[in-house]
């Protein structure tokens, strides 16, 4: 099971809220500020959730769009709860 930290889910979710509907985001754990590992987790427990719109996933790397309703709840959560 996977248990990324909120930090990292808070980060992926706010950089991806910035997304036009039909942009995609490349997830760069550098770019972020992130670890890979942390970056990862985060991004698979986002993307299981249903998190985007739509996302791809390719040798470890993954690219997110838009911030799906579910995606902006868990964004609101985690930011304010």
């Known amino acids: 099971?996977?248990?990324?930290?909120?930090?990292?889910?808070?980060?992926?979710?706010?950089?991806?809220?910035?997304?036009?509907?039909d942009s995609m985001l490349p997830l760069d754990y550098g770019r972020l500020g992130l670890s890979r590992n942390g970056m990862l987790t985060a991004a698979a427990f986002l993307v299981?959730?249903?998190?985007?719109?739509?996302?791809?996933?390719g040798d470890g790397h993954y690219?997110?769009?838009a911030l799906s309703l579910q995606g902006?709840?868990?964004?609101?959560?985690l930011s304010n709860g």
């Open 1 to 21: 099971m996977l248990n990324p930290s909120k930090s990292d889910c808070i980060t992926i979710l706010s950089a991806a809220s910035e997304l036009a509907d």
């Open 48 to 57: 299981e959730r249903a998190c985007f719109r739509r996302y791809k996933e």
């Open 63 to 65: 690219a997110v769009g």
């Open 72 to 77: 902006r709840l868990r964004l609101d959560q």
